[in-house]
């Protein structure tokens, strides 16, 4: 009988700092299963979900060499709700299908699954409990334009895609907020970490 591993499901705003919490969660041996990896990999060349994006978008998303040109296939999506939802319909049950599967295969006590769209999406149904990483709007530009070089409309235009930070936060069990320095972090994550040992020893 395959052993019941308690599944946290991280979600949070672009540029919340998803994937640096991810990181430092890593360091203290939680496993870590996340969708955007996952929906990288099944985009590769040769991968059924990039034939049916081509599909679905034309050819002009691909790159000369076969790869998908991410940025065009996300102006395209980001400017185009409806476009979006099509998009989404393609990979999210794959993303979902590989993120059960490779629950199935850890053996620590707790794995975080982290869930970008966890909320849009209502996946809340794959975890036992939601942690939210959560900053303030004006930090999440900051970081994307950094980042990323969006304009101010491309960013406006993923804020929009979202679901608002009071619905993210009013589902969040645990709401780890990171407007402050790295050390900060690292500190909560910690309390956080063997606060969620503790409760599932309980």
């Known amino acids: 009988m395959p052993q019941t591993i308690f599944k946290i499901g991280l979600t949070g705003g672009i540029a919340s700092g998803k994937t640096t919490v991810t990181k430092i969660f890593a360091q203290h041996g939680v496993p870590i299963i996340d969708a955007d990896i996952i929906a990288h990999a099944l985009v590769q060349p040769g991968q059924p979900a990039l034939t049916e994006i081509i599909d679905?978008?034309?050819?002009d998303i691909i790159q000369p060499e076969g790869g998908l040109d991410r940025a065009k296939l996300r102006q395209r999506v980001?400017?185009?709700?409806?476009?979006?939802?099509?998009?989404e319909a393609i990979l999210h049950p794959r993303i979902r299908q590989t993120m059960l599967e490779q629950v199935t295969q850890q053996q620590y006590p707790y794995c975080i699954l982290s869930i970008p769209l966890l909320v849009e999406t209502r996946q809340w149904d794959l975890v036992d409990r939601i942690l939210v990483i959560d900053c303030v709007?004006?930090?999440q530009r900051q970081r994307l334009r950094q980042r990323s070089h969006l304009t101010v409309e491309q960013i406006d235009q993923i804020l929009a895609a979202?679901?608002?930070?009071?619905i993210r936060l009013a589902i969040g069990h645990d709401i780890l907020e990171n407007n402050g320095d790295f050390d900060q972090l690292e500190t909560k994550i910690k309390a956080l970490h063997l606060r969620y040992l503790t409760m599932i020893n309980d």
């Open 56 to 59: 679905a978008y034309g050819t």
């Open 78 to 87: 980001f400017s185009d709700p409806s476009q979006r939802h099509r998009l």
């Open 137 to 139: 709007e004006e930090l």
């Open 162 to 166: 979202q679901v608002s930070r009071e």
